[in-house]
């Protein structure tokens, strides 16, 4: 073995053990002394990748790829670059490039069908994971996307057989427990509860395999009444998840008081026009779990309306261009109040986003709970747009998100102090916007929607400037795709069994109870 090879090992090495500071330093060196090695590309840029680098990523995969444009390795991961950060038609057309040249490629099938049902064409993405089963149907993986795509078009009973399959072949798959957990409602002596039990007991996992189940088992436990045991398998859920976390409260109370600092000092020109708009949008924002998925359900059910869920690209705009190691750029933001040109650029980036939807509706929505740290940047690249904010009872909400597993963006969600805390930086951010910009942002509020849907939702309808249209009560049978763990409450009719659902769980819920 040459030398060069035995680094190209050590490589391999770090990469596993997931030491990618080391691997990139080493990695780095390496091409310098031998850059025709394509391999080192690929180790690269996937490390870039493990640590969230995507613009490094992007830049490393495109060297291996001008070098050997034809090696379906380096295509993939460049594809798969292409579709974390939002650069969908040139991932399209990677993986279709893939699938033409090597049809028995199993990744690019399944990372296609992923691309697509981040886009909510679950159809599109059910075909090409059934194209990857023909090559070989073993693969939980696979077996377990396709489960999302029927759980996202509200089929449920092919969504929980799917994920039966996956736990088949693989039981230490929870996120499949977890998916089952969340698509049925649990009667005593149910055996997918006994199952996870057993699992509980007898298998060895991860820390993310026990997160999931563990969270499976209490939503489980709920269902049947057994709260004292789904409390303390939330309280171990979260208890893990949050140990995994590099999170810090304080630097979220620092963001929200500059942003409050910025734009209480901010002086906007009511006569501002979006010049390149062609559709009016509609934002859905909020906390999470506080009734977004099923405020857009409602919205969209109107003919007029296209439901895109929950879009990233409002929150990418603002932090590549309007933020710099984490906090707001005072020149971007500068430029964002007072060069036309600079607001246009960012506009066109997100209607260029828009664009992959290919709808004909007059009105979108974009249902990024989250989203509600950026009304005030919204006021600025989107003046004629509607805003719509979610809002539940706090000790309801809370309770929402200290009860859900969410793959990323809800760090503080897992502890019951930082939870508390958060919620409070929300409730004042949102007195500072409707100060800032009153009688522009509606107000939803989940238990008037529930006491009293038809009056609410013709109020809701009516601030959108849309006409009345029966559908909109008819919500439940929406078929526009969900993604979120809402998924299966958004398709029933109005029900009010998570009304005051705080109270069950009171007595565990200390910490968060002084807070809220």
């Given at each position: 073995m040459s030398n060069i090879e035995n680094e190209i090992k050590i490589l391999l090495n770090l990469f596993n053990s997931a030491k990618f500071d080391i691997l990139i330093s080493k990695a780095k060196k390496l091409i310098k002394k031998a850059p025709e090695y394509l391999i080192l590309y690929n180790i690269l840029g996937s490390a870039y990748q493990n640590i969230g680098d995507l613009k490094l990523a992007k830049e490393t995969f495109l060297k291996g790829y001008k070098m050997e444009p034809n090696n379906i390795a380096i295509m993939n991961n460049l594809a798969n670059v292409y579709k974390n950060i939002g650069e969908i038609q040139q991932s399209e057309d990677l993986f279709k490039k893939i699938i033409e040249k090597k049809p028995d490629y199993i990744n690019a099938y399944v990372n296609y069908g992923n691309l697509k049902r981040d886009n909510n064409d679950f159809e599109f993405a059910i075909d090409l994971y059934n194209k990857a089963l023909k090559i070989n149907s073993q693969i939980p993986a696979v077996l377990y996307s396709l489960a999302l795509a029927y759980q996202g078009l509200g089929k449920f009973e092919l969504a929980i057989d799917y994920a039966k399959k996956t736990l088949e072949i693989e039981p230490k798959f929870t996120q499949a427990d977890m998916l089952i957990s969340q698509s049925k409602k649990y009667q005593v002596k149910d055996s997918h509860y006994e199952e996870m039990n057993s699992k509980k007991d007898n298998l060895i996992l991860n820390d993310d395999q026990k997160t999931n189940l563990f969270f499976a088992l209490a939503k489980a436990e709920e269902d049947m009444g057994l709260i004292e045991k789904s409390f303390n398998n939330l309280d171990l859920a979260n208890t893990i998840r949050r140990k995994s976390l590099n999170f810090n409260i304080n630097n979220e109370t620092n963001f929200f008081d500059q942003l409050k600092n910025i734009f209480s000092k901010a002086k906007f020109d009511t006569n501002i026009t979006d010049t390149i708009n062609k559709k009016k949008i509609i934002f859905i924002l909020g906390m999470p779990r506080s009734g977004t998925s099923l405020t857009e359900q409602i919205i969209t059910s109107h003919s007029s309306v296209f439901g895109a869920g929950e879009l990233p690209q409002l929150?990418?705009?603002?932090?590549?261009?309007?933020?710099?190691?984490?906090?707001?750029?005072?020149?971007?933001?500068?430029?964002?109040?007072?060069?036309?040109?600079?607001?246009?650029?960012?506009?066109?980036?997100?209607?260029?986003?828009?664009?992959?939807?290919?709808?004909?509706?007059?009105?979108?929505?974009?249902?990024?709970?989250?989203?509600?740290?950026?009304?005030?940047?919204?006021?600025?690249?989107?003046?004629?747009?509607?805003?719509?904010?979610?809002?539940r009872d706090p000790k309801d909400n809370c309770l929402s998100i200290f009860k859900n597993f969410f793959e990323g963006g809800l760090d503080f969600g897992y502890n019951q102090k930082e939870l508390g805390t958060y919620y409070n930086l929300y409730l004042d951010l949102m007195r500072f916007w409707k100060e800032k910009f009153p009688n522009t942002i509606y107000d939803a509020q989940y238990e008037k929607i529930i006491e009293d849907p038809e009056n609410e939702i013709k109020k809701m309808i009516k601030f959108c400037d849309l006409d009345w249209e029966e559908n909109c009560l008819k919500f439940y049978n929406n078929k526009t795709p969900i993604k979120t763990l809402s998924t299966a409450q958004a398709r029933k009719p109005i029900y009010k069994s998570s009304k005051n659902s705080f109270e069950k769980f009171a007595p565990y819920l200390t910490d968060l109870n002084k807070l809220i």
């Amino acid at each position: 073995m040459s030398n060069i090879e035995n680094e190209i090992k050590i490589l391999l090495n770090l990469f596993n053990s997931a030491k990618f500071d080391i691997l990139i330093s080493k990695a780095k060196k390496l091409i310098k002394k031998a850059p025709e090695y394509l391999i080192l590309y690929n180790i690269l840029g996937s490390a870039y990748q493990n640590i969230g680098d995507l613009k490094l990523a992007k830049e490393t995969f495109l060297k291996g790829y001008k070098m050997e444009p034809n090696n379906i390795a380096i295509m993939n991961n460049l594809a798969n670059v292409y579709k974390n950060i939002g650069e969908i038609q040139q991932s399209e057309d990677l993986f279709k490039k893939i699938i033409e040249k090597k049809p028995d490629y199993i990744n690019a099938y399944v990372n296609y069908g992923n691309l697509k049902r981040d886009n909510n064409d679950f159809e599109f993405a059910i075909d090409l994971y059934n194209k990857a089963l023909k090559i070989n149907s073993q693969i939980p993986a696979v077996l377990y996307s396709l489960a999302l795509a029927y759980q996202g078009l509200g089929k449920f009973e092919l969504a929980i057989d799917y994920a039966k399959k996956t736990l088949e072949i693989e039981p230490k798959f929870t996120q499949a427990d977890m998916l089952i957990s969340q698509s049925k409602k649990y009667q005593v002596k149910d055996s997918h509860y006994e199952e996870m039990n057993s699992k509980k007991d007898n298998l060895i996992l991860n820390d993310d395999q026990k997160t999931n189940l563990f969270f499976a088992l209490a939503k489980a436990e709920e269902d049947m009444g057994l709260i004292e045991k789904s409390f303390n398998n939330l309280d171990l859920a979260n208890t893990i998840r949050r140990k995994s976390l590099n999170f810090n409260i304080n630097n979220e109370t620092n963001f929200f008081d500059q942003l409050k600092n910025i734009f209480s000092k901010a002086k906007f020109d009511t006569n501002i026009t979006d010049t390149i708009n062609k559709k009016k949008i509609i934002f859905i924002l909020g906390m999470p779990r506080s009734g977004t998925s099923l405020t857009e359900q409602i919205i969209t059910s109107h003919s007029s309306v296209f439901g895109a869920g929950e879009l990233p690209q409002l929150s990418r705009i603002v932090k590549t261009k309007l933020m710099m190691n984490d906090n707001l750029s005072e020149e971007n933001i500068s430029n964002l109040f007072s060069n036309e040109e600079f607001v246009n650029e960012l506009r066109a980036d997100y209607y260029d986003f828009l664009k992959r939807f290919n709808a004909s509706e007059p009105f979108i929505t974009d249902k990024a709970p989250l989203n509600f740290r950026w009304i005030g940047f919204i006021k600025i690249l989107f003046p004629n747009s509607k805003i719509i904010h979610c809002s539940r009872d706090p000790k309801d909400n809370c309770l929402s998100i200290f009860k859900n597993f969410f793959e990323g963006g809800l760090d503080f969600g897992y502890n019951q102090k930082e939870l508390g805390t958060y919620y409070n930086l929300y409730l004042d951010l949102m007195r500072f916007w409707k100060e800032k910009f009153p009688n522009t942002i509606y107000d939803a509020q989940y238990e008037k929607i529930i006491e009293d849907p038809e009056n609410e939702i013709k109020k809701m309808i009516k601030f959108c400037d849309l006409d009345w249209e029966e559908n909109c009560l008819k919500f439940y049978n929406n078929k526009t795709p969900i993604k979120t763990l809402s998924t299966a409450q958004a398709r029933k009719p109005i029900y009010k069994s998570s009304k005051n659902s705080f109270e069950k769980f009171a007595p565990y819920l200390t910490d968060l109870n002084k807070l809220i």
